[in-house]
C-alpha cells in the first residue's frame, strides 16, 4: 500500500529540508512525497529540487495552504494520505503506526496522534489529549486535531470531501468534522511529530479574537448541514449570530462582554439542534492503546 505524504509549504527554507528528510527516512518504504508550493519567494523549490530530487515538487500562486492540500490531494496516488506541515519533523516510525491502525480497523476514515511542542531552545513538551473528547460535537467546540499527524483513508474523500478554501486558518478543522461524519477517528497517545513553535506560526499569527473564533465555527455548522430541515432552523439563528458578531466587535467592555456571552450560547443552541437532528455525531473518536 502506498501513503502519499502532502507538505504544502510557503517561504519554508528554514524548515523544509528538515522535515523532508523525517519523511524519507521513515522505516515504512512504500510512500509518494508530494510538497505544494504555495507561491513562495524564496529558495524554497529551489533547495527541494536540488537536494531532494526523488520528491515531487507542485508550484502554484500564492493560495492558501487549503488549495495546497487541495491540489496534492488531486495530483496523490495512495490509498493514505499523510499530512505534514513544513516546519514540523515526524517520528521514523509515524508512518509505519499510523498504517497499522487504518488497515486494523476498517471503519476508522482517519487517524492522528499527540505531538511534542518543539521550542526554539530544543526544549520539547507533550501535548496532552483531551480525554473527554470523544465525539464529532466535542470536535465542533475545540479542535485537538493536529494537521501534522493525520493520516486520512483515501477511500473516504468523495462527495465534496476537501479543504475548504473559504474558511482561513480553519479549513483543516471543518475538514475532520466532515471525515468524523463518514466513520471512526483513532487518537493514538504515542506523540508522532514534532510540532515547531515560532513566531511564523499560522496558528499564532491568525486572528485570535474570541468572537471571531465563534463565527467561524457557526460557518463551519452551516456548511456542515446537509439536511434541509437542519439548514432552515440554523437561518433563524444566523441573523441573529452575524448581529450579535458585529455588535460585539463595535462595543467594549460590560457591554460587548454581555453580546459575547449571548453569542457564545447561541453557539451551544446551535449545538444542540445537531445533537437532536444529525445522527452523524454517533461516530466515535477511539483511543489507542498506549506504547
Given at each position: 500500500m502506498?501513503?502519499?505524504?502532502l507538505?504544502?509549504?510557503?517561504?519554508?527554507e528554514?524548515?523544509?529540508?528538515e522535515?523532508?528528510?523525517?519523511?524519507?527516512?521513515q522505516?515504512?518504504?512504500?510512500?509518494?512525497?508530494?510538497?505544494?508550493?504555495?507561491?513562495?519567494?524564496?529558495?524554497?523549490?529551489?533547495?527541494?529540487?536540488?537536494?531532494?530530487?526523488s520528491?515531487?515538487?507542485?508550484?502554484?500562486r500564492?493560495?492558501?495552504?487549503?488549495?495546497?492540500?487541495?491540489?496534492?490531494?488531486l495530483?496523490s496516488t495512495?490509498?493514505f494520505i499523510?499530512?505534514?506541515d513544513?516546519?514540523?519533523?515526524?517520528d521514523?516510525?509515524?508512518?509505519?503506526?499510523?498504517?497499522?491502525?487504518?488497515?486494523?480497523n476498517?471503519n476508522?476514515?482517519?487517524?492522528f496522534?499527540?505531538?511534542?511542542?518543539l521550542?526554539?531552545?530544543?526544549?520539547?513538551?507533550?501535548r496532552?489529549?483531551?480525554?473527554e473528547m470523544?465525539t464529532i460535537?466535542?470536535?465542533?467546540?475545540?479542535?485537538?486535531?493536529?494537521r501534522?499527524?493525520?493520516?486520512?483513508?483515501?477511500?473516504?474523500?468523495?462527495s465534496?470531501?476537501?479543504?475548504?478554501e473559504e474558511?482561513?486558518?480553519?479549513?483543516?478543522?471543518?475538514?475532520?468534522l466532515k471525515?468524523?461524519?463518514?466513520?471512526?477517528?483513532?487518537?493514538?497517545?504515542?506523540?508522532?511529530?514534532?510540532?515547531r513553535?515560532?513566531d511564523?506560526?499560522?496558528?499564532?499569527t491568525?486572528?485570535?479574537?474570541?468572537?471571531?473564533?465563534?463565527?467561524v465555527?457557526?460557518?463551519?455548522?452551516?456548511?456542515?448541514?446537509?439536511?434541509?430541515s437542519?439548514?432552515?432552523i440554523?437561518?433563524?439563528?444566523?441573523?441573529?449570530?452575524?448581529?450579535m458578531?458585529?455588535?460585539?466587535?463595535?462595543?467594549?467592555?460590560?457591554?460587548?462582554?454581555?453580546?459575547?456571552?449571548?453569542?457564545?450560547?447561541?453557539?451551544e443552541?446551535?449545538f444542540?439542534?445537531?445533537?437532536r437532528?444529525?445522527k452523524?455525531?454517533?461516530?466515535?473518536?477511539?483511543?489507542?492503546?498506549?506504547?
Amino acid at each position: 500500500m502506498t501513503v502519499s505524504v502532502l507538505i504544502p509549504v510557503r517561504n519554508g527554507e528554514g524548515f523544509i529540508c528538515e522535515a523532508l528528510r523525517s519523511i524519507l527516512a521513515q522505516t515504512y518504504r512504500n510512500i509518494e512525497v508530494i510538497v505544494i508550493n504555495d507561491g513562495s519567494t524564496d529558495y524554497t523549490a529551489e533547495l527541494i529540487t536540488k537536494y531532494f530530487p526523488s520528491v515531487i515538487l507542485l508550484n502554484q500562486r500564492a493560495s492558501g495552504q487549503a488549495a495546497a492540500l487541495n491540489s496534492g490531494i488531486l495530483h496523490s496516488t495512495g490509498e493514505f494520505i499523510a499530512l505534514l506541515d513544513s516546519d514540523d519533523v515526524a517520528d521514523p516510525k509515524r508512518l509505519e503506526i499510523q498504517l497499522e491502525y487504518l488497515k486494523e480497523n476498517p471503519n476508522a476514515v482517519f487517524c492522528f496522534s499527540d505531538r511534542f511542542n518543539l521550542y526554539s531552545d530544543g526544549s520539547k513538551l507533550t501535548r496532552v489529549f483531551p480525554r473527554e473528547m470523544k465525539t464529532i460535537l466535542d470536535l465542533l467546540r475545540y479542535n485537538f486535531v493536529t494537521r501534522s499527524t493525520v493520516m486520512i483513508r483515501r477511500s473516504c474523500l468523495t462527495s465534496g470531501i476537501y479543504f475548504d478554501e473559504e474558511i482561513t486558518g480553519n479549513d483543516d478543522w471543518l475538514m475532520w468534522l466532515k471525515l468524523l461524519c463518514r466513520g471512526d477517528a483513532i487518537y493514538i497517545t504515542k506523540p508522532l511529530v514534532n510540532y515547531r513553535i515560532h513566531d511564523k506560526n499560522i496558528s499564532k499569527t491568525r486572528p485570535k479574537r474570541l468572537v471571531h473564533h465563534c463565527w467561524v465555527k457557526l460557518r463551519m455548522l452551516e456548511k456542515l448541514c446537509e439536511e434541509e430541515s437542519i439548514r432552515d432552523i440554523l437561518r433563524s439563528r444566523w441573523m441573529s449570530a452575524w448581529v450579535m458578531y458585529k455588535l460585539s466587535t463595535v462595543f467594549y467592555g460590560k457591554l460587548g462582554e454581555w453580546i459575547f456571552s449571548k453569542l457564545i450560547r447561541l453557539e451551544e443552541e446551535v449545538f444542540r439542534i445537531i445533537d437532536r437532528a444529525n445522527k452523524s455525531h454517533t461516530q466515535k473518536i477511539f483511543r489507542a492503546k498506549d506504547f
